[in-house]
Each structure stands twice: as structure tokens, then as C-alpha cells.
């Protein structure tokens, strides 16, 4: 076999790069490395952050086996601006692969595409959580490639697998996007034109990739485990891995089906206001637009394929969208979660721009979409920036408490360095006026929402530890449980009030809120 030189494969890249792979890749990471500036230039740590100013990745107690080799490229320390440009480049890649698996052709969609590839507010919340950024954007890069892998080539399904595996081993939430894509895949064929056992073939490429990939995972999951001598933790109810995770059907189902709608219409992300709102119901309209004129234009109506599709597309898609939910039922699904939810949008974007041509009104509903397109873009661009705004304030705040804090530490008389120290850790809110004004916007944005980036007493320590130089031995939560009733304790007000801080039997007691 004639290995190439890398001289000659950037030859070949050059004389074979199409032109919207070129504009898929530059604008998603121009746009991408604009937008997310705010956290890339700047050290902002959230509460999880703190915990990981350096830290080795390995997840494999949450099943997520390749996280430390996706993560060790950029190495294990919290580096934003590395972490942030290798995951625009992983996200410009998997906007290539997308592009050419929806077979998007048109500068304008594929910009569009871009666009809300880079803007939606989940993308947003994993910024908030950089010390994983990079690795999340390879699980997602490898979950779109699981999928242009099994439609392009002969026996795709078999790396596609590959790729779905080590996706999933290093975030299991990225799984949907495989999912989705491949029903895609799927109604794509089905609306071809052949002969029936051929597209049942093509079709079943979709399944044996899904399977391969998931039952690759698990395996070596399982060896994983025995080979660090543990266990799946119970984070996230991960010790209940598998399908249902005990849970009835039905109840699954109905959960799944619950949760679908109320984050598609109140989760405050895709619809947090009128404008966004109007854009996506315009999308929606000038998609089913479209559909109908199809309809009238072509004999669609006449295969019995197309009354299969309008039946199991409606009930297949929460599902698949959801589909953490029926292997881990329990789990909380947070917003890092629901990056899944971008596909819909950009799958309306590429439905019109294939369909639309040479129907009548096709001007009008491609300016239609571009402008309701634009709009949505625009939104998440805004709710990005108000929620990265709100964590920059919580840093601030959360400094300037904390100096104040460890000033009155080290001022207590009998404090010495190494002494022992009892706190709940969170802040009280009756001692200080609320300052979120953002709390409308960034509710559900996981690692952005809040005031206080202290939630425990190892939060304060971290923090004076990494950005006040100060060491600090905060007693673990379960030596503590006697305190919590010990009538002192509980006379003692809430910092800064004075008595907040004191010393008992040679610990440090210090009263963050006056809640029993």
C-alpha cells in the first residue's frame, strides 16, 4: 500500500475540500471563538470548576472510560483558551461531516447551520464546565461521524460503531445526536426511489451501528471496571445503567414524552421570549409549508412509505430525542444534557433548502426561514452573553465575600493556620440583597444561573486556596453532623453579623446562613 506524505494528503485535501465543508469549518469556528471569548480569555471557574484546576478525567465510576484520553490532549489542567479552540476545531469538524451527511450544498444554510451549532445556550453551559470542553465537542464530533461513516461508506456501520463508542464513553448525553441523525438517515431513504429490499438494507446499516456501538461501550466498560478494581458510582443514578433502569414502560414512556414537550415549550431555553419563540413557530410553519406543497407537487402521497413515516416519525422522535431517559430514567437532565434539541431547527433549515426549489412562493419562504433563522441565532447569542455575564458577576461577588470572610478568619483571636474549621458552606441569602437580575434568562442554565459560586464548605476552600493563596482545613460534611444540633451553633447569627465566627472545644465554627 502507497502511504502518502503529509505534503501530499494536504494536496489532496486542497483538490478535494468542498466548498461548503471550507465554509462549514471557517464559520463555525470564527463564529464559535467570537462568541465564546468571554470564557475563553478569561479564568472563571463555577462550582465544579474548582474542584478541577487540575484534574485527571477519569470518569469511569459515570461509565465514561475515554474521557481522560479526550481531555489529556489539552492536558488535565483547566487551560480555557486551549480547551476552547480545540473544541471549536472538534465543532467546525462536525459541522463539515453534518453538512455532507443532511447534503446541505447552499452557502446560506450551511452558515445558518453553523450558527446554531455554536449559539445554542447548551453549548453555553458546557463552556461553564470548560475542564471538559474539549472532550465534549470530540464525543460530539464522533457521534456525527458515527453516522456520515454508516451512509458513505461500504462497511461504514462497522467504524461508525467505533466511533458511537468511544462518543458515548466520553459523554453518554451525546448519544441522541447519533440517534436522530440516523432516523434522518432513515426517513432519507425512505423517501428515495428503489427497489424495497435495498433500502431495507441501507436502513439497517443505522441499526447495526447503534448496536455495535452501544454493546462496543458496554463491553469495555465492564473490562474498564474490573481493571481498576470499581464500580459504577451512583452520580446520576449511574448504578442503575440499563434499560428502564427498572422503572415500568409505560411510566418511562410517559416521563419521556413529559419531558419533551415541557423543555421544547417551557424549558426556557428554546423559547425564552417572544422573539425566539416566533422564530422557531415560523420555522415549524414554513417547514409544514413546504411539506404540503411538496406533497401536491410529487406522488409522495401514493407510497405506502409515507403514511408509515407520518405515523412513527411524530412518536419515534421524543423518544430518540430522550433516549437517556429510558436507559437511566432517574437521572437528572440538566442542560449540558440537551444539545440534541439544536438538530431540530437546523433540520427545518435543510428540509427547506432541499425541497423548497422550484415550488411556488419558493422566494418568499426561503427569505421567510433565513429571517426566522437569524433571529433564533441572534437570541442564543444574547442569552450566551446575559449568562455569561451573570458567572462573571458570581466570581466577582464570590471574591469580595471571600476576602472579607478570610480576613475575619485570620483576625479571630486563637485562629491558627491548620485549625480545624466547621461550615455549611452556602451563603445566606437574608444576609446579603439578591443581584440576579439575569435569574429569568439563565434558570435552566446549568453552571450559569445563581449568585454564589459556594455550595460547600469545599468550595471555600478551593476557592481561597486557588484565588486568595490561603490554605484552609474545612472539616469533610460527615464529621460535622454534630454541630448542625449543637445549641451554640445554632445561637450563633449568620456571617458577617458579629458572633458568626467562634471558637469551640478548638474548632472554628462559622455560621454562613441562619437556616435550622
Known amino acids: 500500500m502507497y502511504m502518502k506524505s503529509p505534503s501530499e494528503i494536504l494536496v489532496y485535501l486542497k483538490q478535494n475540500m468542498k466548498k461548503e465543508w471550507k465554509i462549514a469549518f471557517i464559520s463555525t469556528f ?23 484546576m487540575h484534574f485527571s478525567q477519569n470518569m469511569i465510576v459515570s461509565g465514561r472510560w475515554f474521557l481522560s484520553v ?3 490532549i489539552s492536558s488535565y489542567y483547566t487551560l480555557p483558551w486551549l480547551i476552547g479552540i480545540l473544541a471549536m476545531i472538534y465543532l467546525g469538524l462536525a459541522s463539515v461531516f453534518l453538512v455532507d451527511f443532511l447534503e446541505v450544498k447552499d452557502t446560506m444554510s450551511v452558515v445558518l447551520i453553523s450558527g446554531l451549532l455554536v449559539s445554542f445556550p447548551a453549548l453555553a453551559s458546557t463552556f461553564a464546565y470548560v475542564f471538559t470542553m474539549d472532550g465534549y465537542m ?10 456520515w461513516l454508516t451512509k458513505n461508506k461500504r462497511m461504514g456501520f462497522v467504524p461508525g460503531a467505533v466511533c458511537l463508542a468511544l462518543s458515548i464513553a466520553i459523554y453518554q448525553a451525546y448519544l441522541p445526536i447519533a440517534v436522530i441523525l440516523s432516523i434522518y438517515g432513515v426517513l432519507m431513504i425512505a423517501m428515495d426511489k428503489g427497489e424495497v429490499k435495498e433500502k431495507l438494507l441501507n436502513m439497517l446499516r443505522y441499526l447495526y451501528m447503534g448496536l455495535l ?8 466498560l465492564q473490562i474498564m471496571l474490573k481493571l481498576q478494581h470499581t464500580e459504577i458510582g451512583t452520580y446520576q443514578e449511574g448504578s442503575s445503567l440499563g434499560l428502564l433502569g427498572g422503572m415500568g414502560l409505560l411510566e418511562c414512556i410517559k416521563n419521556i414524552y413529559v419531558d419533551f414537550f415541557a423543555f421544547t415549550i417551557n424549558g426556557n431555553v428554546l423559547m425564552n421570549n417572544v422573539f425566539s419563540a416566533t422564530a422557531l413557530v415560523g420555522l415549524g410553519l414554513v417547514t409544514f409549508a413546504t411539506l404540503i406543497r411538496l406533497i401536491a407537487y410529487t406522488d409522495w402521497w401514493k407510497s405506502p412509505w409515507f403514511y408509515v413515516i407520518a405515523i412513527l416519525l411524530p412518536i419515534s422522535l421524543p423518544v430518540a430525542t430522550n433516549i437517556m431517559l429510558l436507559i437511566l430514567p432517574g437521572v437528572t437532565y440538566h442542560l449540558l444534557m440537551r444539545y440534541q434539541w439544536v438538530l431540530y431547527p437546523i433540520l427545518m433549515i435543510v428540509f ?3 425541497h423548497n426549489k422550484g415550488l411556488l412562493g419558493e422566494k418568499r419562504r426561503e427569505w421567510f426561514i433565513v429571517l426566522c433563522a437569524i433571529e433564533l441565532i441572534w437570541n442564543f447569542v ?5 449568562a455569561y455575564s451573570n458567572l462573571q458577576k458570581k466570581y466577582e461577588k464570590t471574591y469580595a465575600y471571600c476576602v472579607r470572610l478570610l480576613d475575619r478568619i485570620e483576625q479571630t483571636e486563637g485562629y491558627y493556620k491548620g485549625m480545624p474549621i466547621a461550615m455549611i458552606g452556602v451563603v445566606g441569602d437574608d444576609s446579603y440583597p439578591e443581584t440576579d437580575i439575569t435569574e429569568k434568562v439563565t434558570d435552566n442554565l446549568i453552571g450559569m444561573n445563581g449568585e454564589w459560586l459556594l455550595y460547600t464548605g469545599n468550595n471555600y476552600e478551593l476557592f481561597m486556596k486557588h484565588y486568595l493563596g490561603a490554605t484552609l482545613n474545612i472539616l469533610p460534611p460527615d464529621s460535622m453532623e454534630e454541630m448542625y444540633y449543637d445549641e451554640r451553633y445554632r445561637a450563633m447569627e449568620s456571617f458577617p453579623a458579629q458572633g458568626s465566627i467562634q471558637i469551640i472545644d478548638g474548632v472554628m465554627y462559622i455560621k454562613t446562613e441562619n437556616k435550622e
Open 382 to 386: 444574547v442569552t450566551d452573553q446575559i
Open 213 to 220: 456501538g452501544c454493546i462496543g461501550y458496554y463491553v469495555i
Open 30 to 52: 470564527l463564529i464559535g471563538v467570537l462568541l465564546h471569548a468571554p470564557m475563553m480569555i478569561r479564568d472563571i471557574p463555577n462550582h465544579d470548576g474548582l474542584d478541577s
Open 138 to 147: 470530540m464525543a460530539v464530533l464522533l457521534a456525527v461521524l458515527a453516522v
Open 70 to 72: 479526550a481531555c489529556g
Open 352 to 354: 427547506v433548502a432541499k
